[in-house]
């Protein structure tokens, strides 16, 4: 299969995981996708409910918990932390 890129950045497996909610598509799903050549996604739905701790409203703590799974999902994707140019796709 034919590799293609988003930017600058080649995606070498065509495969784009599909966003499953609450709970399924978070950082670990996301990049374990990333480092395998495809493109991860996170889900946002029902984050607010995996981080009731936060401050805020429910929206608030879903964009928290969003900022969270980023950060996790940066630190465990392969291509992020061996180059800046390369990036985990969020």
Not at 20 to 44: D, F, K, P, Q
Not at 47 to 76: D, F, M, N, V
Request: hydrophobic content about 35%; charged content about 20%; proline content about 3%.
């Amino acid at each position: 299969m034919k590799s293609f890129f988003i930017g600058n950045i080649e995606i070498k497996t065509p495969v784009i995981q599909g966003g499953m909610g609450v709970g399924i598509s978070l950082s670990g799903l996301a990049s374990a996708v990333a480092n395998e050549g495809g493109v991860g996604v996170i889900s946002c739905a029902g984050l607010g409910l995996l981080y009731p701790k936060g401050k805020g409203t429910y929206p608030e703590k879903c964009i928290s918990g969003l900022r969270e799974e980023i950060r996790k999902a940066r630190t465990k994707t392969k291509r992020y932390n061996r180059s800046k140019r390369h990036g985990c796709l969020i």
